[in-house]
């Protein structure tokens, strides 16, 4: 695929940074509703979205059994995901998913962090990573 403004869930759980992921583990994300492939997460009070892409009829018929098979596998689906906090909004986030075409929705300007996230390294904030985690948990497959 051709597609190169995407992210894959384990890509934002393994890259995101050793104090995110740390702080992301101590934090309890609750799912509270779904709704037009959008799932959301309660986590700490701030509400995350996490919106996967149906495949298209297209690519489904393009693939094999077992492409489509691993394409189902949550860890391998690419998806867009947002959270209203501050750090995600000014420390890197929310430019990082704007960039790199993960984007659920935009809470800035999306002025570049070149102060607090220079190296474009904070792909994602702690509540995030908590509720990634859990959804990653909840739905290890979605057709
Ligand atoms: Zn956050």
Redo the contacts with the bound molecule.
């Keep these: 695929m051709t597609d190169k403004t995407a992210a894959t869930v384990n890509y934002l759980l393994d890259n995101a940074p050793q104090a995110i992921k740390q702080r992301g583990r101590g934090l309890v994300a609750n799912f509270l509703r779904y709704h037009n492939n959008r799932w959301v997460y309660d986590?700490g009070g701030?509400i995350?979205r996490i919106k996967v892409p149906k495949i298209s009829v297209i690519t489904q018929r393009q693939l094999t059994d077992r492409q489509l098979d691993r394409l189902k596998k949550i860890k391998n689906r690419d998806l867009m995901v947002s959270?209203?906090?501050k750090?995600?909004r000014w420390n890197g986030?929310d430019f990082n998913a704007d960039q790199d075409g993960y984007s659920e929705r935009s809470f800035s300007n999306l002025s570049e962090p070149v102060e607090r996230d220079p190296q474009h390294e904070n792909l994602i904030?702690?509540?995030?990573y908590a509720a990634l985690k859990q959804f990653s948990e909840d739905y290890p497959r979605i057709e």
């Design positions: 986590v701030y995350v959270c209203p906090c750090f995600w986030p904030c702690k509540h995030v």
